[in-house]
């Protein structure tokens, strides 16, 4: 495993819409592997694969319910609405509130091609539609509804 440089906001390439994974080869398990492990290291609760510099539509997560790995996925059902707090890696010391759906299912392969389906909410659901964005070539900061500046934070408190 590898930790693997984490591209930033700036690169034009995580602006690109990934192509899907047709191959479920070592290559693609290596890769999920090292995005675990930049995962952690960077201490994220998810990383899509544009995200290191591969242009596929693939992403990890590990949001405090347990780490799953989703490639090809397709979010297939949305209901109701929250509104909260989200960072990321590719936008370093920001965050912004942003509106996501509270429940979703989502559809997607695991990393032997298997086909799976997850039904979620909460912070789990919103991990996973912030990733899922990044696929498209979305951006949280696209899409927020105020920014928040850490002395606001502390105000708030
Ligand atoms: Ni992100």
Not at 89 to 97: A, E
Not at 105 to 110: G, N, P, S, W
Request: one cysteine or more; proline letters at 3%.
């Amino acid at each position: 495993m590898a930790i693997r440089e984490i591209v930033l906001d700036t690169d034009p390439q995580l602006r690109e819409k990934c192509i899907e994974v047709k191959r479920f080869s070592p290559t693609l398990h290596q890769l999920l592997d090292d995005m675990k492990e930049t995962m952690e290291a960077a201490n994220g609760a998810g990383l899509a694969a544009p995200q290191v510099g591969i242009n596929k539509r693939i992403f990890v997560a590990d949001g405090g319910e347990g780490y799953i790995e989703m490639i090809n996925p397709r979010i297939t059902k949305k209901s109701g609405e929250d509104i909260d707090l989200e960072g990321c890696l590719s936008v370093p010391d920001r965050q912004g509130y942003v509106r996501r759906a509270l429940k979703i299912t989502i559809e997607a392969q695991d990393r032997f091609g298997n086909a799976f389906t997850m039904e979620t909410e909460g912070w789990q659901a919103r991990i996973f539609q912030h990733e899922y964005d990044h696929l498209d070539g979305r951006l949280y900061t696209d899409i927020m509804l105020k920014e928040v500046f850490f002395e606001d934070e502390e105000e708030e408190e």
